[in-house]
């Protein structure tokens, strides 16, 4: 632009019979300059939105790019996760399935023996009486071992058990109260019930799962025998009903005043055959959760030293079990 206003000045001082230059052209070759300057700040504006608009959608795509990259491959781990996850179900239900049928040869094989031990115990029993041998304790602690060993055998068929539920739609409160009337604990622990969930139907098989409420109180109540020091002993069941929609829930919790467990205990209190006792089977509370698992619920615990323990069983009620079914 500046070679051309040079070049239209010597052209307006030739044109010039005095060789000064003419205001008017000088002007006029203002406005030229100012148009020019226009004109190219105009295409300068232009170019710099047309690269500023291109390198926005370049961006905006690779962002979008990098977005389904990520979400693939969120998806890509999420698949693995749920591969992972059925064959491990898959290669536990086969577990479970082996370990039935030889739960179930091998308590045969036992429980025969035992018999026999028992019945051969009471011909000596028997015997001794009639000559007069004071053997009595000797023969109830083997009555006691015969006990424990049928009582093992119970508890590994019941972990093991793969027979379907017979669910039965039962008011929860009137249950759980027949069932707790049938529990004895030891005397000196009492067993309280605060059944505050009235009208609550849940489908249920009664007395599988009268074997995981008993199981968990008598896994309390040997808690608490352990314990020599604890102020109170009490076990209390309670229930309480959630009309959260859409899945309303049962609650029954079963409360102890037990010593409770440090963190490390509790964190593996449903591996099977984990056991802190010395004549325990660790079997209670896998086979409890077992249970509640098996009627569409979940079961957890809450636990710390010396705070007791806590467990907590979550039913579907009959309203929630059609409205999943619908």
């Not at 023996?113 to 602690?141: C, F, K, W």
Request: charged share 30%.
């Amino acid at each position: 632009m500046h070679k051309l206003l040079e070049r239209q000045l010597r052209q307006a001082r030739r044109g010039s019979a005095s060789g000064e230059l003419d205001i008017d052209a000088l002007l006029a070759l203002v406005d030229l300059a100012y148009a020019e300057a226009d004109r190219e700040r105009s295409y300068t504006t232009r170019a710099h939105r047309v690269m500023h608009e291109e390198q926005a959608d370049l961006l905006k795509r690779q962002l979008q790019n990098t977005q389904a990259i990520v979400r693939i491959e969120a998806e890509k781990a999420e698949a693995e996760r749920a591969r992972v996850a059925a064959e491990a179900e898959l290669l536990k239900q086969e577990r479970m399935s082996l370990l039935g049928q030889l739960t179930a040869s091998v308590a045969h094989e036992l429980r025969n023996p035992l018999s026999t031990i028992r019945n051969t115990m009471h011909a000596v029993h028997e015997a001794a009486r009639a000559q007069g041998l004071a053997i009595d304790r000797q023969l109830a602690r083997v009555e006691r071992t015969i006990d424990r060993c049928d009582g093992i055998i119970a508890d590994l068929l019941d972990y093991a058990g793969t027979r379907e539920l017979d669910p039965t739609p039962l008011a929860l409160d009137p249950w759980l109260g027949d069932v707790l009337d049938k529990e004895k604990p030891p005397e000196h622990i009492a067993l309280k019930r605060r059944l505050a969930a009235p009208g609550t139907i849940v489908p249920i098989d009664a007395e599988r799962l009268r074997c995981a409420i008993a199981n968990l109180i008598e896994n309390a109540a040997e808690a608490m025998g352990d314990a020599p020091d604890l102020a109170e002993r009490r076990i209390t069941v309670s229930t309480y009903a959630t009309t959260n929609a859409p899945a309303p829930f049962a609650e029954i919790v079963v409360a102890d005043t037990g010593p409770g467990m440090p963190q490390e205990v509790l964190a593996r209190v449903f591996d099977p055959l984990y056991s802190t006792r010395a004549f325990g089977t660790g079997l209670g509370l896998p086979t409890a959760k077992r249970i509640v698992e098996q009627h569409g619920g979940d079961l957890s615990i809450g636990s710390a030293p010396g705070s007791g323990t806590r467990v907590r069983i979550r039913l579907p009620t009959v309203a929630a079990k059609d409205s999943r079914a619908a």
